[in-house]
């Protein structure tokens, strides 16, 4: 039967150091194999009794395609709960875009955690640091207190590709180059995500990677949060407590299909189970207050890295130039000398300053990043009407040709 993901089944298996959770599925008839990968040390905690972890990671993506889900294997108890009676519900309800789907499968009783995990996710950005800091350096009882750090590669350094492939190329991931493009910038990544954790005092930080974009051909941003969220799953046996990173802050809530951190309160809430319990770990702030409180923890001056082009910060994308704007009204730009470019920055600053201005209107970000500087009066250069014009219509040719080369290529 076509327009279903069927779950055969779930096993470990292992390769070299490592260990992989594999399922085994089709999807539309195809076979196809997916997995997660964690160093051997960890084989005791991977779940292969359930298929929690690959039903999650299934659950928007066949929202997004129409595709019924039928798991031959159980899931816990409360995933079935949450899946069919408010899940599935919800998103389908409320953004058309979900199209209605049927799962169809067994549960069985949650489990019984054996770990004393309590981690968040180390990707160096600026929810990332904000979500550990509020979790590790506060006034935390010790039972939720941050003791280990993960990093995941499940997709995220998917936009470092953009500008350098094509969108379908990217989607399907099957050039080589890509997909060497993508490793590299993932091994670099995690190794700054380790010298964090070594500056820590030697916090335990455990990477899970996965074959889950040569599987699952579609743009992460619309599933990332699933993925990420399924990846912890996969361990649910080790994870006690997991911080999640907020993107937006609780004010932005809403059912987007093309980005799911919109919702992650719900989500999150949803997909607990009796063994990981899920918690935004910085949900009461926003993206310049988050900010703001790093921009006090010693830790993130030499680490920080909010860029989706490089494994360094570039200073023109734009998450760099938020970042550097919002540091700057902040007054706390030097203390980021050594991750940024803040000379390159000066240069530009007029520029940089008049693309956030020009583009609040399409980024709640940049409005954000804005209104503080409405608010609090702050002093800058004046930017002279004719240089804002000519900033405006650079940006705005810029985004014109992008367009007129992508579609000359396509054709």
Known sequence: MTNKILIMSVYKEYCGDKVRLYTSYKENNEEKLFYYEVNKTYDEYLVDDRADAFVVAFINYALLKGLDIDSKIPISTSIYYSLINHYIPTLTNLNKNYK?????????????????????????GVDSFTSFSLNYYNDVP??????????????SSQSSLTGKFSKKEIIEFKNRDIIKSIKKIEEERFNGASKVARELGGLPIIRISSNIQEVQ??????????RSISAVLSMQKYFKIYYFASTVDINATKIDHTDPSY???????????????????????????????????????????????????????????????????LNKLENYKNVFDINQYYKNRERNIAHVFINR?????????????????????KIKRFKYYKF????????????????????
């Open 100 to 124: 209605p789907i049927i799962y169809s499968g067994d549960y069985i009783c949650d489990i019984v955690n054996s770990g004393n995990a309590i981690a968040t996710g180390m990707s160096r």
């Open 142 to 155: 010790e039972i939720y207190k941050i003791n280990t750090l993960t990093f995941f590669d499940i997709g």
């Open 217 to 226: 051909n579609i743009k992460h941003k619309y599933v990332h949060s699933l």
């Open 263 to 329: 919702y992650d309160l719900l989500t999150l809430n949803l997909f607990s189970t009796k063994a990981t319990r899920f918690i935004q770990g910085d949900i009461a702030y926003s993206r310049l207050k988050k900010t703001d409180i790093i921009s006090n923890i010693e830790i993130s001056y030499n680490n920080l890295n909010v860029c989706w082009r490089d494994a360094y910060n570039c200073g023109r994308c734009n998450k760099c130039i938020r970042t550097l704007v919002t540091l700057d009204f």
């Open 361 to 381: 209107k399409n980024d709640i970000f940049y409005k954000e990043i804005y209104w503080f500087y409405k608010k609090n009066k702050i002093n800058i250069k």
């Open 392 to 411: 405006y219509l650079y940006f705005k040719i810029k985004k014109t040709l992008k367009k007129i080369f992508w579609f000359l290529k396509k054709n």
